[in-house]
């Protein structure tokens, strides 16, 4: 695959054919130089870079770490990157069919680049960028095609389209970095995800502590934390006798010298979940009046997550929200909180949130 605004530079293609004929499961890409849109000047890129992401899924180039250069006694090496570029690359015929050539339903530009580089490294093959191998790239300013639906949608469309399909639970941080994402059409990706279970691709951890350790996965540090109020209450656990977890109440807020009591005090995790230590707010059935319960967090556990939506706090499974209104009218014994059919005008289902 060669973009058509390159220029090959001496030698490119031999290098890049004998990785391929020594093992058919590489996909393999050139250094990328660069050639000025103005006056079509060529400029040697660096040697040492690879490709690289953020939680986003935006790519970047990053340099290779010194104990990485260390390990390379060769500048010549290959040198493995945990991403490419997407515009010029090779790959085996076969190897390409098998894996599933392109995801066709992905729009005009951006996105495939993951999607492609996910999928030959979790379903047993490798991506390298091959230093003795040089293609000059016209970099341009702006897009010279036009987006229907606009560049960000259908960037955001395709790379939902690959955070489902191959990132697992880890797809959450693409929406806490991302959150335009939510809730923005993506198509149908059932093909997809039965093309990776026909290949018994590796997981998306796999990924992260094989290929691309550098990629910090953000821990409950990185969130966010407070009390979650209605009125003058504030929602609040309750250790019963003979209750292995605590109960979820709703109770007069407190403070202790300034600092709400650590039984008002809640985590949203970048997964999604609202959490007080090891316990998450969690519901058993998504039925309507469903109580609510505090139960051992569980990444996997999707009736652990939760989204604030206006000054309600929604439950995303059942799509319900967060009521007090039988733990306002119960008696002692029955004070729980449940999830109920969202109504905007329902007092006892604002909230108070320390989190957007």
Known sequence: FLDSHCEVNKDWLPPLLQRIKQDPTRVVSPVIDIINMDSFAYVAASADLRGGFDWSLHFKWEQLSPDQKARRLDPTQPIKTPIIAGGLFVIDRSWF????????????????????????????????????????????????????????????????????????????????????ARGKSYGDV?????????????????????????????????????????????????????????????????????????????????????????????????????????????????????QKSGTHLEHLVSRFCLDSEMALDGMDSSRMLVISPCELSAYTQRWEVPFS
């Open 97 to 180: 069919n098998h894996l599933g050539k392109y995801d066709t339903a992905m729009d005009i530009w951006g996105g495939e680049n993951f999607e492609i580089s996910f999928r030959v490294w979790q379903c047993g093959g490798s991506l390298e960028i091959l230093p003795c191998s040089r293609v000059g790239h016209v970099f341009r300013k702006k897009h010279p095609y036009i987006f229907p639906d606009g560049n960000a949608n259908t960037y955001i469309k395709n790379t939902r389209r690959t955070a489902e399909v191959w990132m697992d639970d880890f797809r959450l941080f693409y929406y806490s970095a991302r959150p335009a």
């Open 190 to 306: 059932r093909g997809r995800v039965e093309l990776r279970k026909k290949l018994k691709c590796k997981s998306f951890k796999w990924y992260l502590d094989n290929v691309y350790p550098e990629l910090k996965v953000p821990d409950d540090s990185d969130s966010r934390s407070g009390v979650i109020r209605q009125r003058q209450n504030c929602l609040q656990s309750q250790k019963v006798d003979g209750q292995e977890t605590p109960v979820l109440t709703l109770a007069p807020c407190a403070r202790t010298e300034g600092v709400p009591t650590t039984s008002q005090e809640w985590v949203y995790t970048h997964g999604q979940q609202i959490r007080q230590k090891q316990h998450c707010l969690s519901v058993s059935t998504t039925f309507p009046a469903s109580q609510v319960l505090m139960l051992p967090c569980n990444m996997a556990d999707g009736k652990q997550r939760w």
